[in-house]
């Protein structure tokens, strides 16, 4: 995938340096973390040999809104914004890796820690 510039390019910033916390969604406990003004949940984690995926997907994502990507001392993790309108649906699982969502950037399975 090309991109025009950088500003369409995910961004990536040290997990330690942002503000983490846990929340409770659909009955499920869930990682959160707060940058610029907005909440993202955290999608999937990764180890460092598996970055380059989780940077494809994260492009793929970001079609659908507002994503980042941290990383810590041996994982990447991808995160979506709470306020992303298919954000209920990938937090929950309903449409990564089931293929019932023809523009789902998570049809085909990848593995994650």
């Excluded at 994260?58 to 914004?81: C, E, H, K, M, N």
């Amino acid at each position: 995938m090309l991109f025009r510039n950088l500003t369409e390019m995910p961004p990536v910033l040290h997990e330690e340096s942002l503000k983490c916390f846990k929340f409770l969604f659909n009955g499920e406990l869930y990682d959160g973390v707060h940058h610029n003004n907005e909440l993202f949940c955290r999608l999937y984690t990764v180890n460092a040999g598996k970055r380059a995926e989780l940077y494809q997907k994260a492009f793929q994502l970001s079609r659908y809104g507002t994503v980042i990507i941290t990383v810590g001392p041996d994982t990447y993790s991808l995160w979506i914004s709470l306020r992303s309108p298919k954000a209920e649906l990938y937090i929950t699982k309903q449409l990564i890796g089931t293929g019932s969502d023809q523009d789902s950037p998570f049809q085909d399975s990848w593995s994650c820690l």
